[in-house]
């Protein structure tokens, strides 16, 4: 559930991008005729999503990128069109490290033109601005953006909400914190005024541009994060109800199920499908490939599997299962 906007559940989300994707087909929803507004997450555990703006320039972007992979965070990644055409490398990077790309516009006009003292967008200019994004992330990194959009500087209203729908995009994403990093805000005032906010479900809003401190504050705002016990999911995971626990014991059998394999059981059967796990998790030494096995599938990590990204493949099945618990 979100906050700060009319409740939605992941399968209306679902059910709109299927139908923004490909066509109303029998049995698909119906786009709704506004956008709803996230703000935040109405999350029961303490779990933040950490979200960077990408319109300016290349800025600290790849400094970001070190840290998150040191680090073992996903963030989400606002970007516009302009932004991904002229970093096409970066837009790559965060695909394969499996962040969640977001649509930002392609030249950041204010859709209402309330920040700027502009003229409002028509629908016409805002159906462009968001088809030549989408058009080029599809192109660079085999993304779908829909229906994830970050209006630029937050500016939206009503008729904003109902375009932003008619083309695909139902989710209009907000933040719950401001870091401030983008006025210069140094990096511990950055940490203590993300720490203050702090609070199961919150959104913060950071800068990849180098006005911004939000880099350099990254590495100590996740330590100290997760030394309050939070952890950390991209507004995707968030919204499609996989941003549960890490890992779950499991006593009949003994052994734990972690991370992607635990999202993926959950996801696509759980006990009912699968049963439970076998073995932990595993190298094998023949593949390298990461395994875990249960009493009706083994799962097999293939981090970047296109094209829905869920990086589990399942193993053999049958006699080859049988003969293992020999």
Do not use: C
Not at 271 to 293: F, I, K, N, S
Request: glycine share 10%; charged share 20%.
């Amino acid at each position: 559930m979100y906050r700060g906007a009319p409740v939605a559940l992941a399968g209306l989300v679902l059910a709109s991008l299927a139908a923004g994707l490909f066509g109303q087909a029998a049995g698909v929803a119906a786009l709704p005729e506004r956008a709803t507004t996230i703000r935040g997450f109405a999350a029961s555990e303490p779990i933040v999503a950490l979200t960077f703006d990408a319109g300016a320039d290349r800025g600290y972007t790849e400094v970001i990128l070190d840290t998150l992979a040191v680090k073992g965070v996903g963030a989400s990644f606002s970007l516009t069109g302009q932004w991904a055409e002229a970093n096409p490398d970066l837009v790559r990077r965060m695909a394969r490290a499996g962040h969640h790309l977001i649509n930002h516009s392609w030249s950041r006009r204010s859709f209402t033109g309330r920040s700027t003292g502009t003229a409002p967008l028509s629908a016409a200019e805002r159906a462009e601005e968001l088809r030549r994004t989408e058009e080029l992330i599809r192109q660079l990194a085999g993304v779908e953006l829909r229906p994830y959009i970050r209006p630029p500087y937050g500016d939206f209203d009503d008729s904003v909400l109902a375009d932003l729908a008619a083309n695909g995009y139902t989710l209009n994403i907000l933040w719950t914190i401001d870091t401030l990093g983008w006025m210069g805000l140094p990096a511990e005032e950055i940490i203590q005024r993300v720490l203050a906010a702090a609070e199961p479900g919150a959104i913060v809003l950071m800068h990849v541009g180098s006005q911004s401190r939000d880099a350099a504050a990254l590495p100590g705002l996740i330590d100290q994060l997760r030394a309050r016990g939070y952890r950390f999911a991209t507004l995707r995971d968030l919204v499609e109800g996989r941003a549960g626990p890490q890992s779950r014991y499991f006593p009949e059998t003994g052994h734990w199920v972690g991370h992607g394999f635990l999202r993926y059981w959950e996801r696509f059967g759980g006990l009912a499908v699968y049963g439970y796990p076998l073995t932990e998790e595993y190298q094998d030494p023949e593949t390298g490939l990461t395994m875990q096995w249960f009493e009706r599938a083994r799962f097999e990590w293939h981090p970047g599997e296109w094209p829905e990204r869920y990086d589990v493949l399942l193993g053999r099945l049958g006699a080859q299962l049988l003969a293992r618990r020999r």
